[in-house]
């Protein structure tokens, strides 16, 4: 079975600078999705990123970026310029034919 | 264009009762989502309907059930509620998942509390 896991609980970056969450998967599957969710305190889950395995070149959207490692089962999410409505949970999400699998969750703070 | 809506916002409910959860998916979605985010142990995903079938469900008892209607909206039944149902309910619309790359996009979300 597919598993995800996100091994920091928390992380915590200042205003402007830049912060990468890890993520890690396992599957026996060649062909998959990847997505970063991020949510904020008011619960909606709202769409970072996301990456497809068949593309080697990583996938960026404006501040966010990710490094996707597919040997190494690697999805880390890089936020450049961190502003203050960064702060939120942020899930690692796999895609199997239908389902998400998520990560436990990385909480990011971002101090001024 | 309208995001994936739920509703109630909120909900509490007492042991063994019964609720319903409601969701409508972005208009031409077809294929409709259901997750359960409970406290200490993160998203679940429950059940996934599309084009009025059932296709899959996950790893919860069968007092768990669902339907979708045909303009694609579904419900969340839960019967004989347990304390530990407590959760957010999270409903997610993608178009047809025949195709893989298709993303999930999420609802704001029913906070059932069962007391």
């Known amino acids: 079975a597919q598993t995800v896991t996100q091994s920091q609980p928390e992380m915590s970056v200042q205003e402007a600078e830049t912060v990468t969450l890890s993520c890690t998967y396992d599957?026996?599957?060649?062909?998959?999705?990847l997505f970063w969710y991020k949510q904020p305190p008011s619960r909606q889950m709202i769409l970072v990123i996301r990456?497809?395995?068949?593309?080697?070149q990583n996938a960026t959207e404006n501040r966010f970026s990710v490094n996707f490692q597919k040997a190494a089962k690697s999805f880390s999410l890089k936020i450049s310029d961190s502003q203050l409505g960064d702060a939120a949970m942020y899930f690692c999400a796999y895609k199997d034919t239908d389902k998400l699998i998520f990560g436990t969750g990385t909480r990011l703070q971002v101090f001024p | 264009e309208a995001g994936v809506t739920q509703s109630p916002t909120h909900l509490i409910k007492t042991r063994g009762q019964q609720v319903t959860l409601r969701c409508s998916p972005i208009s031409g979605h077809t294929s409709v989502y259901w997750y359960q985010q409970a406290l200490g142990l993160g998203l679940q995903f429950l059940l996934w309907?599309?084009?009025?079938?059932?296709?899959n469900r996950g790893n919860f008892p069968p007092r768990f059930s669902g339907r979708q209607f045909p303009n694609y909206s579904s419900e969340l039944n839960v019967n004989a509620l347990e304390l530990e149902d407590s959760a957010l309910y999270l409903c997610a619309s993608s178009p047809s998942t025949s195709l893989r790359r298709e993303t999930q996009y999420f609802g704001p979300g029913t906070r059932l509390l069962v007391l």
């Open positions: 599957t026996s599957e060649s062909d998959y999705y």
């Open positions: 309907y599309d084009e009025g079938e059932e296709r």
């Open positions: 990456q497809e395995a068949y593309k080697q």
